[in-house]
């Protein structure tokens, strides 16, 4: 097995791959790439134990030669340390099928990796009876973006450690919730024409985040019982599904929040960051205190005697009301959130507050919901 | 906490032999007898808790495994331990401690430390008050206690251990610093196997040695403990007595007759210990976050893993889900395991998360 590749090719492709490759695991074997190579077409792959990706190259071989087909696994760490200080060059890979020895050779020298035989590196998943759709690449980034940070780190309940993908016949819904708070993406100008759902963990769609292009570009989404699989040109990656049942999001959606109030989104996201530098650590509670077109920020330490207040204007038209959330939480959401003003809507202040943006981006609806803080006002 | 210029005083009080000794006191056919409380030497569980006196001549200590203690003593009696005995004359004990100080800070059921320098009843010598108390172990319980007195903790805890059974040591102000000169290293606190290794083949063999280095050099040798060591050997320790030591983890643990060798043979075990473990967090009203399994294995080595959750929980429940995610991803090697032990910790402090509201 002979081929020639560029250096700074291979480097992008296997970094987009090593991504998902740890260096401390239970099947040592995983620490290593996996090559293969058919014709002039390179594969690489990376995994761990529920996500593999698999990326595609084309690389020089010797035109109908003998050794343009087979497969070798290689350690990831050493071959990436020495492609980060190599400059740009063509560089060949000579792998000897009986020993899998490599043998790399530049411009400017020689080098060799024992490879190991590809046996038990895991096997593809089989993508039978799956369900698929396409939809644009850029749409799937902001999906994983707008919801991604509001998924679980509680491993005892593992279904709200990801992200919720559920498919209608009209739209497709993403949702994301630590039982503080909980965000719900849909679009509406996707039609799957399928109808399901299942649960991504959170590694992968950290990945994904990572190499799918920012652009209109079609992916193929293909799901199982058990695994995802999504596609582009020339990579795809396949990742086990969360086993759980998805707790019931829409019960706790309030159907009407009465009173609605608008603010300014980036002015509101400063002072939440000053008030909050003043803020009881464990709880980074901030009281909004809302009287007419006037809010009051407020936050307090008793420990320290650290004290913080602001006050705003706002549009407002209900009653005037006290209540308190977590200012961290918040501004992540409010961060999430596109627009140059965002509406606040309310009920009490023991109920959810629901956030969304005030200027619609068309066939998206966007809802970003935040459990408050118990107040003894 | 003392202002300057005020010299503290100190008392650690160790009761000698204590639960072979409430054993001795409650069955007068154990008494002048090698007496060896803890696990039995059958099977091959136990452990030594305590050993009379009488058992110590032969060569057996606590922590040594049973079946080794026989060997040394085959005449010696083993006994299970009766904790709620031991309990009961630890309440006693401690409220002949508040005859003289509020100030107790309790390290064990058998042994606290206790500042009295402003005692109760106005006595002023903390020899008066050591013997004093001596005197109402004796009279009220039956039993004898060591007392070492002194002007910190550290001072009056080695003092105690000088003049075991039933004595009485007082290292004054004049004579600390003498005292930890002469000191070997290996009895300074924290000072382990390793540490005492590492001291004398720097040619350290005592607290004079020590004090030959800086503090720089102490740090640098030593690390974090240095300092303390520095300020010790100059007979320095402002250590507090903490009458309320903060609860930093609970835990349970069980010893087995048969090691256990399948995680199947473990989750029953652990299914038992994390229900003994949530009805202790309910007792004290403690909720954690941080869950942790300690594993010993046939040759004694230790293994602990833990588990860090985002809520704070001391349900049996939520605990066992815990223990199995944590049992599910031990890497145990198949090496047979004689001991488990389920513990709590990073305790919810300000119960915080009550605050927040939440969805589900």
Excluded at chain 2, 201 to 211: E, P
Aim: with cysteine; net charge neutral.
């Amino acid at each position: 097995m002979r081929f020639i590749v560029s250096s700074s090719t291979l480097l992008k492709n296997l970094q987009l791959v090593g991504g998902i490759i740890s260096s401390n695991t239970v099947m040592p074997i995983l620490e290593n790439f996996l090559f293969e190579l058919k014709d002039n077409t390179l594969t690489i792959t990376g995994c761990d134990l529920e996500t593999m990706i698999k990326t595609k190259l084309d690389v020089q071989t010797e035109l109908g030669g003998e050794d343009n087909n087979g497969k070798v696994c290689v350690t990831s760490k050493i071959l990436l340390e020495y492609l980060k200080n190599l400059p740009d060059q063509p560089i060949t890979f000579n792998i000897n099928p009986k020993d899998y020895t490599i043998e790399i050779s530049s411009n400017s020298g020689k080098y060799k990796i024992g490879g190991e035989k590809t046996d038990e590196y895991p096997k593809e998943p089989n993508p039978e009876n799956a369900n698929t759709l396409t939809l644009p690449s850029i749409k799937l980034v902001e999906a994983i973006n707008k919801t991604i940070f509001a998924t679980s780190s509680d491993t005892l309940r593992p279904a709200m450690t990801g992200v919720f993908f559920e498919m209608n016949e009209s739209d497709i819904t993403f949702v994301a919730t630590d039982a503080h708070r909980l965000i719900r993406l849909a679009y509406t100008d996707i039609t799957p024409s399928v109808t399901g759902n299942f649960i991504v963990p959170r590694k992968p769609l950290q990945q994904m985040k990572n190499w799918l292009p920012n652009d209109d570009s079609a992916i193929s989404l293909s799901y199982t019982d058990t695994h995802l699989f999504i596609k582009t040109n020339h990579t795809s990656l396949n990742c086990r599904l969360i086993d759980g049942k998805y707790p019931p999001y829409r019960a706790v959606i309030p159907a009407e929040n009465p009173f609605m109030l608008t603010i300014n989104r980036v002015d509101l996201i400063n002072a939440l960051r000053r008030v909050s530098v003043f803020a009881d650590k464990s709880t980074s509670q901030v009281v909004f205190d809302i009287v007419g077109n006037t809010v009051t920020l407020s936050a307090q330490y008793t420990d320290f005697s650290y004290e913080g207040n602001e006050k705003m204007t706002c549009q407002y038209n209900g009653e005037d009301m006290k209540i308190a959330f977590n200012a961290k939480l918040l501004v992540e959401m409010l961060n999430n959130i596109e627009g140059e003003e965002v509406a606040l809507e309310l009920s009490i202040p023991s109920r959810a507050g629901i956030f969304k943006p005030t200027e619609k981006v068309e066939q998206e609806d966007l809802l970003m919901l935040l459990m408050p803080l118990m107040v003894n006002i | 906490m003392t202002t300057e210029g005020t010299q503290r005083k100190i008392i650690h009080i160790d009761m000698d032999a204590f639960y072979a000794s409430v054993e001795q006191r409650d069955f007068p056919e154990y008494r002048g007898k090698p007496l060896v409380v803890g696990g039995s030497p059958e099977g091959r569980g136990g452990v030594v808790a305590t050993a009379s006196y009488e058992a110590r001549k032969f060569g057996i200590r606590s922590a040594m495994s049973s079946k080794t203690a026989q060997r040394l003593c085959p005449e010696a009696i083993f006994v299970f331990p009766r904790f709620d005995a031991y309990k009961a004359v630890s309440n006693h004990i401690r409220e002949i401690f508040r005859r003289y100080t509020d100030i107790i800070e309790p390290l064990s059921l058998d042994e606290a430390y206790l500042d009295v320098t402003m005692d109760k009843k106005g006595i002023g010598s903390a020899i008066e008050i050591a013997t004093q108390i001596k005197d109402a172990i004796r009279t009220e319980l039956q039993l004898t206690a060591s007392a070492g007195v002194s002007i910190n903790k550290f001072v009056a805890k080695i003092a105690s251990d000088m003049n075991k059974p039933d004595g009485l040591t007082f290292i004054g102000p004049s004579r600390v610093e003498a005292f930890m000169e002469a000191l070997a290293v290996e009895k300074f606190f924290g000072v382990g196997k390793v540490t005492a290794a590492k001291m004398k083949s720097m040619g350290l063999h005592t607290g004079a040695d020590l004090k030959q280095l800086t503090e720089a050099e102490m740090i640098r040798h030593f690390g974090k403990p240095g300092k303390f060591y520095y300020l010790i050997v100059r007979g320095i320790d402002n250590r507090a007595v903490q009458p309320h030591r903060e609860t930093k983890s609970v835990s349970v643990e069980d010893t087995y007759q048969d090691d256990l060798i399948t995680k199947e043979t473990m989750l029953p075990e652990l299914e038992t210990l994390s229900g003994r473990l949530s009805k202790r967090l309910e007792r004290h009203g403690l909720k954690g976050r941080t869950v942790t399994v300690k594993f010993k294995f046939h040759d004694f080595s230790l293994m602990t893993r833990s588990l860090s959750l985002s809520e704070w929980i001391n349900d049996h429940e939520s605990i066992l889900d815990a223990v199995k995610i944590i049992l599910e991803k031990a890497t145990l090697h198949d090496k047979r395991v004689r001991l488990l032990g389920v513990g709590l910790s990073n305790f919810d402090q300000q119960h915080t998360d009550e605050k927040q509201l939440k969805l589900f």
